[in-house]
């Protein structure tokens, strides 16, 4: 056997709760550490217990899902479990390990396994396109987030990680790389204007000549100003008409 996780089972309803352990039994390779019936006890037992895995109910009286992903300090997995059908939790499963719909197949469960397990996902999840009105889960200052992409106004380059500045104006730091976010941010909101940094059209100002045959682009929302390099002048163009 390889890797085990241990894992938290986050579900206001308690049958739910025991149907999925009963379930996991056949997953020796699972070892359940806890189970919470609402934000509140769930932020308790993942910071005491840290587990490599939440299985996450999305919709719960009060506070949801949703809301605990942005409580909790930890570096783990998120696998949904939810009664939204396909295509309205679709959204939401960017950057979330995966999602379940209940009642839960056992087969379909299987396959979330088989994604734990696997330490390589470049080819599955990390490089799945990204549609302007996603929402994406991120670690961002080593904090889980849950944003919408079309809040991102700008990504500068940090080493292996990157800088994400929102409409809001506050910045997070996060291990992706710039060239996975050209990869997979829409082309047609998003534009690439120096190997350091990417910007989102919605919020280009203005665009000014600056020294050395670069230029500087102003970014409204957030009195924000970013070189461009001049071999990036043109695609710039072209997107924005």
């Given at each position: 056997?390889?890797?085990?996780?241990?894992?938290?089972?986050?579900?206001?309803?308690?049958?739910?709760?025991?149907?999925?352990?009963?379930m996991l039994i056949e997953h020796e390779q699972i070892s359940i550490v806890g189970e919470a019936d609402d934000v509140n006890s769930a932020?308790?037992?993942?910071?005491?217990?840290?587990?490599?895995?939440?299985?996450?109910?999305?919709?719960?009286?009060?506070?949801?899902?949703?809301?605990?992903l942005n409580k909790i300090d930890k570096e783990l997995k998120v696998?949904?479990?939810?009664?939204?059908?396909?295509?309205?939790?679709?959204?939401?499963?960017?950057?979330?390990?995966?999602?379940?719909?209940?009642p839960i197949n056992p087969e379909r469960?299987?396959?979330?396994?088989?994604?734990?397990?696997?330490?390589?996902?470049?080819?599955?999840?990390?490089?799945k396109p990204i549609s302007y009105k996603d929402?994406?889960?991120?670690?961002i200052n080593n904090k889980l987030r849950f944003i919408k992409a079309n809040s991102i106004v700008a990504?500068?380059?940090?080493?292996?990680?990157s800088n994400i500045i929102f409409n809001d104006k506050k910045k997070g730091l996060t291990l992706k790389t710039m060239k996975e976010w050209e990869k997979r941010l829409p082309e047609k909101h998003f534009c690439r204007i120096h190997r350091s940094s990417i910007i989102n059209l919605e919020f280009v100002d203005h665009i000014e000549e600056w020294f050395n045959n670069s230029f500087k682009v102003y970014l409204n929302n957030n009195n924000l100003a970013l070189i461009m390099s001049r071999r990036f002048v043109s695609n710039l163009k072209n997107k924005m008409g």
């Amino acid at each position: 056997m390889g890797k085990s996780f241990t894992a938290v089972i986050v579900d206001d309803e308690r049958l739910a709760r025991r149907e999925l352990a009963s379930m996991l039994i056949e997953h020796e390779q699972i070892s359940i550490v806890g189970e919470a019936d609402d934000v509140n006890s769930a932020v308790k037992v993942i910071e005491e217990q840290n587990p490599d895995v939440v299985f996450l109910d999305i919709q719960m009286p009060g506070e949801s899902g949703f809301d605990l992903l942005n409580k909790i300090d930890k570096e783990l997995k998120v696998i949904f479990v939810t009664a939204y059908d396909e295509y309205a939790i679709k959204a939401f499963d960017i950057n979330a390990l995966d999602y379940l719909l209940k009642p839960i197949n056992p087969e379909r469960l299987n396959i979330s396994i088989e994604r734990l397990e696997q330490e390589n996902r470049e080819n599955f999840e990390s490089l799945k396109p990204i549609s302007y009105k996603d929402h994406l889960l991120l670690t961002i200052n080593n904090k889980l987030r849950f944003i919408k992409a079309n809040s991102i106004v700008a990504i500068t380059a940090a080493g292996d990680y990157s800088n994400i500045i929102f409409n809001d104006k506050k910045k997070g730091l996060t291990l992706k790389t710039m060239k996975e976010w050209e990869k997979r941010l829409p082309e047609k909101h998003f534009c690439r204007i120096h190997r350091s940094s990417i910007i989102n059209l919605e919020f280009v100002d203005h665009i000014e000549e600056w020294f050395n045959n670069s230029f500087k682009v102003y970014l409204n929302n957030n009195n924000l100003a970013l070189i461009m390099s001049r071999r990036f002048v043109s695609n710039l163009k072209n997107k924005m008409g």
